[in-house]
């Protein structure tokens, strides 16, 4: 039978080889985390506890501050790119490599060799986070276990190549639908195009400026853009509907509220016989001046980037805990075939981490 300890006195890279090696598509979790857990209640300095296969553990140690560190250990289906393999340059080749086995990695490593923190520390290893957000392991924790996830400020290991990414922008998708009247084709004249409706929306998409707030120092940029167009009955029918598809991505000073007005306000006079939310994630503000934000942006280095994207950040946001992603990987390798992470990364981030967490 296959070894199914995990040995958490293995420096971060070996570890996340390790972890690479422990295939977790999503869905197949349970194995790693029993791993997880059973490594976890080894430590007498934290308590540990499940739900599902989730894994949660903590200090507590009565520090002014919580600081949450976050992962999902599910990885996108193998491409046989598993087991993993290290070249002589010192990277880590395999799937879940950067997303996000080597954040998952870092994040063990503090569980394991930090045993008193400057702050208390609460540990969330969830799963399913590649698959569609119902089955979301965090979501579910969020929903169920509302008070494991409270904290002063929440660290997503997610790749961002070393950098901090703050807060994420927002994503509304909504149904512009225009209305007319049928009629044969050879007789236009007897009915209205609502295809023809349409025209004052694309027009206005067409000449919509994004802002570019700055908050907390980050530049965010909205896009408010058509993703589909839908209408037509037959080839010699005047069409009585037409449905323009927006996405609306907005940057995080705005609440899902204001973004479904914005989205009515921008296309008021257009025309539109009737607007239909179709998809929503409000965005995440990036919480950079919160005092433990900011300390760990000092520990760390390097200029905070915004995050375009939407990711499980906007969760804790939501529960009002400020939250950033800070992991080894790039995440442009994040899910391709020739997915790898540099050893010499993991390496780092675990260091610097350690030390805000020591200083
Ligand atoms: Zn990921």
Known sequence: MADTSLDLALDAATLTARLVDFPSESGTEKPLADAIETALRALPHLTVDRYGNNVIARTDLGRAERVILAGHIDT???AGNVPSRLDEDGVLWGC??????????VQLRIAATV???????????YDNEEVEAERNGLRHIAAARPEWLAGDFAILLEPSDGEVEGGCQGTLRMLL???GERAHSARSWMGSNAIHAAAPVLARLASY??????IDGLEYHEGLNAVGVSGGVAGNVIPDECVVTVNFRYAPDRTEEEAIAHVHEVFAD???????VDDHSG????????????AFIEAVGGTPRPKFGWTDVSRFSALGVPAVNYGPGNPHLAHKRDERVETAKILAGEERLRKWLTV
Do not use: Q, W, Y
């Not at 045993?115 to 290893?125: E, G, S």
């Open 76 to 78: 996108v289906p193998i």
């Open 96 to 105: 879940g490599t950067c997303d996000m086995k080597s954040g998952v990695a």
């Open 115 to 125: 045993p008193a923190p400057n702050r208390d520390l609460t540990f969330v290893f």
């Open 177 to 179: 639908r225009t209305t």
């Open 209 to 214: 400026e994004a802002r570019r707030p700055v």
């Open 270 to 276: 257009c025309g539109v016989e009737e607007f239909v």
């Open 283 to 294: 965005g995440a503000l990036p919480g950079l001046s919160h005092p433990a934000a900011a």
